[in-house]
């Protein structure tokens, strides 16, 4: 017994729990207890080593697994232990997969993230037996577990190779698991691809995609992936339209998530108080559920709507809390992100100092995991806080630098609105130094070809207008830097008046053209919508 249980403890390579052990090890349930108690007598041998307190795992000595991993093969059981270790790790996995969107999340994404090196094992064998229900059912059970983690690469890696060896169409009974598998791998592979992704092939790609996906999904991923494959479209109308569809989901966790992107798109187009109602629903529904990914989404609208409303000392409560969830176990890369909206927080609050250290460091850590779209986010608001300042020569390194990222990467349809803001900003410095020629060919990059780029959100638009509207003041047209002003306000449901180029341009137009006529122009201003926006594109730099 000694010797076959060596054998198969090989097949580890993480270490085995006493659990896995007398799965893998022991030929049927009813000797768990023997096969415990013949790992004990193994360790009194130190042929293996337990690790752990409370959580004990069972290890073999590299040297000493090679060896039973040979006596393994040459008992003719690899085959039959590697499919009995696939089954342990898949069981787990299927166990785990809804509790990581409830109260214990933590503690299964620990217990699936110590089994990383098994379950490398698990796909290797699953790939080199052709077993596609294991490898589809795995890949199912593990992308949220991925999400979580930020391990889209490692995800994207067995998704496709799984993809690829189930083939065109789903195995019997495996439909929904096959349409994970293809979300997975069609999303990873054109997100990661070099040199990135375009709108169009972002959109075949998820067009494939929902070719795949059944009717009315039970799988929470899938339920969302209709209702926010529209966004691609630009018709926030009907992303709104499809999550109302889904808000009778039998899943809880999907009726609150459909109630958080509701609430980010009610900010896309500039309805706060929807937005503000949609993510308080969604955050309670979500923190009664325990999922603090979910309450990450959900907070980071509750911030910008109390942003929007002037309420930056909530904004920073907010977001505390945010980046607490992110930085103990959940999704650690959008924690970088959430700094730099802590910053635009503590900025208006007087926090300047703190508000830099923070973008400093989320841009530090945005650079290094490569997200450099949010890095020259960062990057601009640090030069918006020189500006601020007084401070030019800062200002200027800050939106270099932005540009450095983001110009390679424009037909990116995820740098849209970085690159858009990047050369935004380059206008308005232009424009701030006197070479109005410069400026203007900064602004008409900034809107050339609007039409296509469905997925900018109001709150960037609105910030390139406010931009625009600087410029139209420093040519002398105040009356059209009014109505820009206007039409910002418009699309982002609110006057920003924290920003540097509201402050400046608002000044200035209201100078020159007295109260009456300066609100004249602001309110017609206000009556342009979204969609002439878009349609007019660099005519409205042109016009000017």
Partial sequence: MERT???????????????????????????????????????????????????????????????????????????????????????????????????????????VAAERDNITVAFRHVLETGDAETGLRLIAALLWFWVLRDMEREAGVWAVAVRDMAGGTAPPGLAEPYALCAVTAGLVTEMTK??????????????????????????PVLALIEPTSAIFHGDIDEVRRRLRGVQDHPDPWVRAIARVLGAHMGIHSGDI??????????????????????????LGAMMQVAMARGEPADALRFGEEAYGYATTGVSPEQGAAILTQLAEARARLGEVERARADLERGMAQMERIGEFADAAN????????????????????????????????????????????????????AEEDGDVDAALNWHVKTFAGLRNDALMGNPTVASLLEGLAAY????????????????????????D?????????????????????????YERGRLVTRDEVFNQGADLVTSI
């Avoid at 139209?472 to 006057?495: D, F, I, K, M, S």
């Fill in 5 to 111: 249980v060596l054998r198969r403890l090989s097949v580890f390579a993480g270490g085995a729990t006493p659990e896995a052990a007398a799965h893998v090890c022991g030929p049927d349930a009813d000797e768990s207890h023997d096969v415990i108690d013949v790992i004990a007598a193994l360790i009194d041998k130190s042929l293996v080593l337990a690790d752990g307190d409370t959580d004990v795992r069972y290890r073999l000595l590299e040297t000493v697994r090679v060896y039973a991993g040979e006596r393994l093969e040459q008992a003719g059981e690899v085959r039959r232990v590697r499919a009995a270790h696939a089954a342990h790790i898949l069981g787990l996995a299927e166990r785990a997969e809804p509790e990581l969107r409830r109260r214990d999340q933590l503690r299964w994404a620990d217990r």
């Fill in 194 to 219: 070099e040199p990135g992704p375009t709108q169009d092939s972002m959109q075949a790609t998820l067009e494939g995609i929902l070719d795949v996906v059944p009717e009315a999904p039970a799988h």
């Fill in 273 to 298: 108080d929807e937005a503000a109602a949609e993510a308080a629903d969604g955050y309670a529904r979500l923190r009664e559920l325990g999922d603090r990914f979910g309450m990450i989404v959900a």
């Fill in 378 to 429: 960062a990057s601009l608001l640090l030069c918006e806080l020189s500006l601020q300042d007084g401070d030019r020569d800062a200002a200027r390194a800050h939106a270099d630098r932005a540009y450095t990222w983001v110009e390679q990467r424009g037909h990116r349809p995820d740098f849209a609105q970085a690159i858009r803001r990047t050369y935004g900003r380059l206008g308005c410095l």
């Fill in 472 to 495: 139209a003041a420093a040519r002398g047209e105040y009356v059209r830097a009014a109505e820009l002003l206007g039409t910002a306000h418009n699309l982002h449901g609110y006057r």
């Fill in 497 to 521: 008046t924290a920003s540097y180029d509201v402050a400046r341009t608002l000044s200035a137009a209201t100078r020159e053209l007295g109260e009456d006529a300066f609100t004249t122009a």
